[in-house]
């Protein structure tokens, strides 16, 4: 077939499509990490995000409370997990573990009044300039506001973590609790606002999920992605710009494997399915090899309770 | 006063009872095991919109849902047997060897086992339904609406069942129109929207203007209507998802059966069955047909329809061959039930291999 310069910027416009839940999970659960806190419940916080912005957007009709509803959403259930580790001590992983699992439960109770009703449009930007320039122009342009903070929020983290001095106090709590609290640093307090910071981004990515990607609820929507953000924070090396790169090789190889298996490439589907999942953490690793880099970047409290009383 | 309150514990004691025995005689209890959530809007849901019509007819139903295909199903199905259930109705291809190993030590407990063949035990009977029969219809659909000649049909898993389907579709399109592709691709879900429209998006952007699919969520039918192409929905009417682009939907109608056998265990005249119910017993239903299709196309489904309700017409109707051009149904045959159970090769005119 004929591949033409269009097509191929189709194809890298439904890539970054795909990439924007992952992007936007990942750069939040990275913030929370890099201040030493591991919080396993991505997946739950962005499932409770997906239904309470199709619900708010049903309720009240309007896209702005549904969004910033997802947030706060987001936000009040990872004030669960705060609690719990920060005031209370308790294991991280454990922690996280419960709340994904208590999101995919939550979600489902409220979602059944939801389930069979019809998403609303969610406008896009710059659709007129959609057609201009060949390759280009889809590739830039009639996305939703979402999408573009999505591609703009790495590098804002990585701005935030490097240049500014909370981002250093960030680093520092994460790093060494002990000593950022003896410099008069509130632990508990930069911790608090981190969790519930990526809470509020795995929310966002949740509403991308069920009122612009796919409008709809059903249960699971998240599909694992929460996982894979995950994942992708660990082999970025808790590199921002990584991040960025991780999710668009992962959404590029499954959008990718589709389209081979359109064209009818004759290599086994099965292996197919499973290339984005082993490339994306093959081409990380290698990428992120350097071991004095990774022991630099790897917060070193990230998982450990701190327990001074402040 | 002790006299009192003895003679009143000891009559509620035989109130009691005799209700109970009362109830055990007169309700019969169904229980439901599914595969996915009922909020799925696809499979489970509409095999809980049948179990909702059997407690409308008047019994009481439990369900229990997102059970794994494992070991867990047997110790889910034990638990249901143990706990009064009279009918247990098991809505997965992968229950059926549990569900035949719990129906030996439970024999007068009643199993239904959906889309298995496996009867092994008098209590055991399966049900199906005809599926490609309605995809007869969408592929005679997909084959007039087309103008790329371009189709493109988003795959779940290779099994018979949905082997099947793409090979009726396709037939029926063929039929209508020679020069049609039809281009699979394989989600490996059943369920899964992001995945969903992701595949849907690669076989659009390959110049399908007409989109089936075998999985469960609605996230194809939406993408169609984002790209301005044609779609048909699976399990339950979509329309209402996508307007302009579903052209209609191949309904999954359980209520109808459900509500027959649970009857006929409280009449006790449930006996071991097979049952493969298509159009013309109301256990696949079309939805309406949309009116951007031209009148005479309406016309010719509604004929199609009825013919494959009275089995004037058969999805699989010889000559069939397959893609290596081999003679699969001879022509003026057609294929029996086994040989449609069974499917596991493409016929002409399907692109690509079938993945092992």
């Known amino acids: 077939m004929i591949i033409d310069i269009n097509f191929v910027g189709l194809i890298i416009a439904s890539i970054m499509a795909s990439a924007v839940p992952l992007i936007l999970a990942s750069c939040g659960e990275l913030i929370t990490e890099r201040s030493g806190v591991l919080n396993l419940g991505v997946e739950g916080m962005m499932i409770i995000g997906a239904i309470s912005g199709f619900a708010l957007m049903t309720v009240t009709g309007s896209l702005i409370v549904a969004v910033f509803g997802a947030m706060l959403a987001g936000v009040l259930i990872s004030t669960i997990f705060a609690f719990l580790t920060q005031t209370l001590i308790t294991n991280h992983v454990a922690t996280g573990l419960a709340l994904t699992i208590f999101g995919i439960g939550i979600s489902a109770m409220i979602g059944k009044n939801f389930v069979g009703i019809p998403g609303k449009e969610f406008p896009v930007l710059f659709e007129s300039l959609k057609d201009t320039i060949p390759l280009i122009s889809p590739i830039l342009f009639g996305h939703s506001i979402v999408f573009y903070f999505a591609f703009a929020l790495p590098f804002m983290t990585n701005y935030f973590l490097k240049k500014t001095k909370i981002g250093l106090i960030v680093r520092a709590v994460g790093d060494s609790p002990e000593s950022a609290s003896n410099q008069g640093i509130n632990v508990r307090l930069v911790r ?105 970047s790897t917060p070193s409290s990230l998982g450990k309770s701190f327990h001074k009383d402040n | 006063m002790h006299k009192f309150l003895i003679r009143s514990f ?33 499979w489970t849901y509409q095999h809980d919109v049948g179990r909702k019509a059997v407690e409308a007819a008047g019994f009481k139903t439990t369900y229990v849902e997102g059970v794994p295909e494992s070991a867990d199903a047997e110790r889910v199905l034990r638990q249901l047997a143990n706990s009064g259930h009279d009918v247990i109705f098991t809505t997965s291809f992968g229950y ?155 309904e999954n109608n359980w209520g109808p059966y459900y509500v027959d056998r649970v009857k006929a265990v409280a009449n006790g005249t449930w006996n071991q069955k097979d049952t493969w119910h298509g159009i013309g017993d109301g256990m696949v239903v079309i939805s309406d047909l949309d009116s951007q299709m031209p009148a005479d196309l309406r016309s010719k489904v509604k004929k199609l329809q009825a ?26 045959k057609t294929a029996d039930d086994g040989m449609l159970a069974g499917m596991m090769t493409y016929v002409k005119g399907v692109e690509g291999d079938i993945p092992k």
Not at chain 1, 202 to 207: I, M, P, R, V
Not at chain 1, 239 to 264: S, Y
Request: proline share 4%; glycine share 8%.
């Open chain 2, 96 to 250: 059926m060897n549990p569900t035949n190993k719990v129906a030996k030590e439970f024999p007068n407990v009643k199993f239904e086992h959906a889309t298995g063949y496996k009867r092994e035990h008098p209590n055991v009977s399966t049900y199906a339904a005809r599926f490609y029969e309605g995809r007869t219809i969408l592929g005679t659909i997909a084959g007039t609406m087309t103008k790329s000649n371009v189709i493109g049909y988003v795959a779940s898993f290779p099994i018979p069942e949905v082997i099947r389907g793409i090979n009726s579709f396709t037939l029926a399109a063929q039929k209508v129109n020679p020069n049609i592709k039809t281009k699979i691709v394989w989600a490996f879900t059943w369920y899964d929207p992001g995945k969903e429209a992701e595949a849907a998006k690669a076989l659009i952007d390959q110049g399908a203007d007409v989109i089936a699919q075998h999985t469960d969520s609605t996230a194809i039918v939406q993408m169609a209507e984002k790209a301005g192409v044609y779609a048909f929905g699976q399990a339950s009417d979509m329309d209402k998802f996508a307007p302009k682009a579903v052209l209609t939907s191949v």
């Open chain 2, 307 to 332: 013919d494959l309700a009275s089995g004037k017409v058969h999805s699989f109707t010889g000559p069939i061959y397959d893609q290596k051009g081999n003679l699969m149904v001879a022509e003026g």
């Open chain 1, 192 to 296: 608090y606002a981190c969790i519930l910071y990526g809470g509020a981004m795995s929310g966002l990515a949740g509403a991308y999920l069920s009122m612009i990607y796919t409008p709809q609820w059903i249960e699971n929507m998240t599909g694992g992605r929460g996982w894979i953000a995950l994942a992708l924070v660990v082999f970025s090396t808790w590199n921002p710009i990584k991040i960025l790169i991780g999710a668009m090789i992962f959404g590029g190889l499954t959008i990718i494997q589709f389209h081979m298996q359109a064209i009818g490439v004759r290599i086994p589907v099965q292996f197919l399915t499973a290339l984005p999942y082993i490339v994306t953490i093959i081409v990380l690793v290698v990428i992120s090899r350097d071991s004095r880099k990774i022991r630099l």
């Open chain 2, 10 to 42: 000891v009559s509620s004691l035989v109130l009691l009872f005799t209700l109970t025995v009362a109830a055990v005689a007169k309700d019969v209890k169904a229980a439901f095991v599914y595969i996915g959530p009922t909020g799925d809007h696809g």
